[in-house]
């Protein structure tokens, strides 16, 4: 069955911890994408990666790192900078073809509380 | 910048009426247009999209349509149910030194009075 898929589900994490969200995609994809929802807000970029160990900053970086050392694995880091990390963090993940963009795919994401 | 606007925020029809939500972007290198559905509390999914080369297109109920001159896009709902009521996205993808960079619109909530 292919598809990217986001661990956990719910994550709860401590003032001044980091915490690492899991993606992991089947469908052979070049581009991964980070992005954060907050309530009735859009999907802000945090960070994207095209091939495998490059990535690039999105809008809202500050407070996250990420990796890409497997063409199926983007692992997302909330660090201790983020002041504010309660969010629902969806990843997703597109076939590069050229100069023709595809169908993004989605997570069903993971949803962070600070407590 | 790379900038997708889209309006309105939220949108309530009543049920059988249609509902166009309008998206604008800053690229005028951007050259396919997709719009999402996110249902509560699940993954957005994609509904239909449009490439620079077609100025329109359908799918049973929705349509899509760009104007590539004013650099906006249009989603058309037709003859509304209840289903779909969701949340809505538009995007579209800037290309940046060498990456491709896909920017979502803030969202449209859909609302369908029965």
Request: net charge negative; glycine share 0%; proline share 8%.
């Given at each position: 069955d292919g598809g990217i898929t986001q661990s956990p589900k719910y994550l709860f994490r401590k003032e001044g911890q980091n915490v690492t969200l899991s993606c992991e995609q089947?469908?052979?994809?070049?581009a991964m994408y980070w992005y954060r929802q907050d309530p009735g807000q859009g999907l802000r970029l945090i960070y994207y990666s095209q091939i495998v160990n490059d990535f690039q900053k999105g809008d809202i970086a500050e407070g996250y790192s990420v990796s890409r050392?497997?063409?199926e694995s983007f692992p997302l880091t909330v660090t201790s900078?983020?002041?504010?990390?309660t969010a629902f963090y969806l990843c997703a993940s597109t076939q590069l073809t050229g100069v023709v963009t595809t169908e993004a795919f989605f997570g069903q994401g993971t949803r962070l509380t600070v407590v | 910048g790379e900038n997708v606007e889209q309006h309105p925020s939220t949108l309530s029809v009543q049920e059988g009426d249609s509902a166009v939500i309008k998206c604008t972007y800053?690229?005028?290198?951007?050259?396919y247009f997709p719009w999402y559905k996110q249902e509560l509390g699940k993954r957005p999914q994609l509904i239909i999209d449009i490439r620079s080369n077609v100025g329109e297109k359908k799918d049973q109920r929705i349509a899509v349509t760009l104007n590539k001159t004013a650099k906006h896009f249009s989603l058309h709902i037709t003859e509304?149910?209840?289903?779909?009521?969701a949340v809505y996205f538009c995007a579209a993808p800037f290309l940046k030194f060498g990456n491709e960079k896909l920017t979502f619109g803030t969202g449209t909530r859909l609302t369908i009075i029965p």
């Open positions: 089947n469908l052979n994809h070049d050392e497997k063409k900078a983020q002041k504010n990390p | 800053s690229d005028s290198a951007s050259n509304t149910q209840p289903e779909d009521s």
